[in-house]
């Protein structure tokens, strides 16, 4: 016989899959207005994650459609079932084929950054897609990925207005048969109730996109990977000094204040046995800026990190007793170009995936003429660490301070563009780093 209503596992899996894509439609439409500093490459990877899981509950309810009996078809006209047979056909094409074809541009992006399903789950790319092969299928791919975005909306939009009239129009209870709630429930007033919940679970999923990158710079670095502190950098030393040691990142993001407060483990203040530790510290105030320049095809091309603190000590009268220590988290450069900003993301650039942060240690600090200073020390990218020495002016006014400084690095012993991007016949190999900001001395 066939059953009045659905399975349980069946209106699970409808509700959870229809919320899912409510917020992927959601999520897809607000992405386009986000920049690297409002959170982009977290909201792509979030993309990636929902759509994979929405590919997952498919499949599963592909299987439990074959499985569980359904109920039998309500009486209609024929040419009204035709069309619903149609859209049902649709939707699960547009369930599986959205995430398909998503996996597949990422699987043939000419950078290949690594996917983890909600930061957690490393997510394969599909293999054998290079070569000849992965030009034809990422087009084939993107094309496909779009049309089925808007496809999937249209069909989306025809499944809920096809419910809504048999159950208004028609006046046949189909709506009920894929509510949580049984008949009995429903019979005694609690309909409406149901229905408004499910609209609000829907409508609430679509909307709930718009929260990201609210404001610039809302997504809190990611912890750097244990390659990136070297040994005697470890992170902890600064655990009691909360927030002291920087209180806000660059100008450009200045409401990132509240998030280096956590990160300030991974700045370790010297040990307190260290003569080092008597030099004042030094806290970086709102309105910096940490950029760096490269030349492409003998353009230059600016950039700058949103997010980084540091923890200073300097003594100009003692410069023996300074200890400078900065940490930049990677996937917060901005070029302005969203594209080009993925691309520094990926594995061939930073990978950010692997390897979070960067980091720079000076302990030497000499002077080089009025207000003039060299800081030499250590830069880590990538688990890569290399010497550099940056210079820089300094101008003291009562307990606060003006820096600003430069300095260079070869992108090349970091593994700074690999493969394709190693010749520097396109990208230069020299990088330029600029920064200024003002702090105030704490101790």
Same mark, same amino acid.
């Given at each position: 016989?066939?059953?009045?209503?659905?399975?349980?596992?069946?209106?699970?899996?409808?509700?959870?899959?229809?919320?899912?894509?409510?917020?992927?439609?959601?999520?897809?439409?607000?992405?386009?207005?986000?920049?690297?500093?409002?959170?982009?490459?977290?909201?792509?990877?979030?993309?990636?994650?929902?759509?994979?899981?929405?590919?997952?509950?498919?499949?599963?309810?592909?299987?439990?459609?074959?499985?569980?009996?359904?109920?039998?078809?309500?009486?209609?006209?024929?040419?009204?079932?035709?069309?619903?047979?149609?859209?049902?056909?649709?939707?699960?094409?547009?369930?599986?084929?959205?995430?398909?074809?998503?996996?597949?541009?990422?699987?043939?992006?000419?950078?290949?950054?690594?996917?983890?399903?909600?930061?957690?789950?490393?997510?394969?790319?599909?293999?054998?897609?290079?070569?000849?092969?992965?030009?034809?299928?990422?087009?084939?791919?993107?094309?496909?990925?779009?049309?089925?975005?808007?496809?999937?909306?249209?069909?989306?939009?025809?499944?809920?207005?096809?419910?809504?009239?048999?159950?208004?129009?028609?006046?046949?209870?189909?709506?009920?048969?894929?509510?949580?709630?049984?008949?009995?429930?429903?019979?005694?007033?609690?309909?409406?109730?149901?229905?408004?919940?499910?609209?609000?679970?829907?409508?609430?999923?679509?909307?709930?996109?718009?929260?990201?990158?609210?404001?610039?710079?809302?997504?809190?670095?990611?912890?750097?990977?244990?390659?990136?502190?070297?040994?005697?950098?470890?992170?902890?030393?600064?655990?009691?000094?909360?927030?002291?040691?920087?209180?806000?990142?660059?100008?450009?993001?200045?409401?990132?204040?509240?998030?280096?407060?956590?990160?300030?483990?991974?700045?370790?203040?010297?040990?307190?046995?260290?003569?080092?530790?008597?030099?004042?510290?030094?806290?970086?105030?709102?309105?910096?800026?940490?950029?760096?320049?490269?030349?492409?095809?003998?353009?230059?091309?600016?950039?700058?990190?949103?997010?980084?603190?540091?923890?200073?000590?300097?003594?100009?009268?003692?410069?023996?007793?300074?200890?400078?220590?900065?940490?930049?988290?990677?996937?917060?450069?901005?070029?302005?170009?969203?594209?080009?900003?993925?691309?520094?993301?990926?594995?061939?650039?930073?990978?950010?995936?692997?390897?979070?942060?960067?980091?720079?240690?000076?302990?030497?600090?000499?002077?080089?003429?009025?207000?003039?200073?060299?800081?030499?020390?250590?830069?880590?990218?990538?688990?890569?660490?290399?010497?550099?020495?940056?210079?820089?002016?300094?101008?003291?006014?009562?307990?606060? *301070?003006?820096?600003?400084?430069?300095?260079?690095?070869?992108?090349?012993?970091?593994?700074?563009?690999?493969?394709?991007?190693?010749?520097?016949?396109?990208?230069?190999?020299?990088? *330029?780093?600029?920064?200024?900001?003002? *702090?105030?001395?704490?101790?």
């Amino acid at each position: 016989m066939e059953p009045a209503r659905y399975s349980r596992i069946a209106i699970t899996l409808h509700w959870l899959i229809a919320a899912a894509l409510a917020f992927q439609i959601g999520l897809g439409w607000r992405m386009g207005n986000l920049t690297a500093a409002t959170g982009q490459f977290t909201a792509f990877q979030l993309h990636k994650s929902i759509g994979i899981t929405i590919l997952l509950l498919s499949l599963i309810r592909v299987a439990v459609r074959w499985w569980k009996p359904r109920p039998a078809a309500e009486p209609d006209s024929p040419w009204a079932k035709r069309a619903a047979g149609l859209v049902h056909f649709g939707l699960y094409a547009f369930m599986i084929g959205g995430p398909i074809t998503g996996w597949l541009l990422v699987s043939t992006s000419r950078i290949q950054v690594p996917t983890l399903l909600f930061s957690t789950i490393p997510w394969p790319h599909i293999p054998g897609l290079h070569g000849a092969l992965r030009g034809p299928v990422h087009e084939f791919s993107e094309a496909a990925h779009s049309a089925l975005a808007w496809i999937g909306i249209a069909l989306f939009v025809l499944h809920v207005a096809g419910a809504l009239r048999h159950q208004w129009l028609l006046r046949q209870p189909l709506i009920e048969r894929m509510l949580p709630a049984g008949p009995e429930r429903l019979s005694r007033g609690g309909g409406a109730l149901a229905y408004i919940a499910a609209l609000a679970l829907v409508g609430g999923a679509f909307l709930l996109p718009g929260t990201i990158g609210s404001t610039r710079g809302n997504v809190p670095p990611p912890a750097p990977a244990a390659a990136e502190t070297p040994a005697g950098e470890t992170a902890g030393d600064d655990a009691g000094e909360g927030n002291g040691a920087i209180q806000a990142a660059p100008a450009e993001a200045p409401d990132n204040a509240a998030t280096t407060a956590g990160d300030n483990a991974s700045v370790a203040a010297a040990p307190a046995e260290e003569a080092k530790a008597e030099a004042p510290r030094w806290a970086v105030q709102p309105g910096g800026r940490l950029g760096f320049t490269a030349s492409f095809t003998g353009t230059p091309i600016e950039g700058r990190f949103t997010r980084w603190d540091a923890d200073i000590r300097f003594d100009a009268d003692a410069l023996d007793k300074s200890d400078i220590r900065v940490r930049i988290d990677m996937a917060s450069a901005d070029t302005e170009d969203s594209s080009r900003d993925e691309t520094l993301r990926g594995d061939a650039f930073f990978d950010t995936g692997a390897h979070a942060a960067a980091t720079f240690r000076a302990t030497r600090v000499t002077s080089t003429g009025p207000a003039r200073y060299r800081a030499q020390g250590s830069l880590t990218i990538k688990g890569v660490k290399r010497p550099m020495t940056v210079d820089f002016t300094l101008a003291i006014k009562g307990d606060r *301070a003006d820096v600003a400084g430069k300095g260079t690095i070869t992108r090349g012993d970091f593994g700074i563009g690999t493969g394709e991007w190693e010749a520097t016949d396109r990208i230069a190999g020299p990088v *330029a780093v600029d920064f200024r900001f003002s *702090a105030i001395r704490k101790d």
